[in-house]
């Protein structure tokens, strides 16, 4: 399996915060089960009187591959880091 790319779509902010973000994929390929791929969010928060930022990473692992079926498992699991 492969990640392409990572988005932050939805994170505009609102009429009482600005939201800054980017994300990069740090580890693209999970070549077998068992394998993993990341990708690592950064948020910067400006709140009316705070300022601070986020760090959110994406972590996907394969667990199973039937590539006569073309069917992938994986499992999920979100790091959150302020």
Known sequence: MKMRYCDVAGTKGTVWSDVDASCEVSDSKAKKVGYDMNAVG???LNVNLSNGYIVLTSYLQLTSLNKTSKVARVYQ???YRD
């Open 77 to 79: 699991r979100y790091t």
């Open 42 to 44: 950064t948020y910067k």
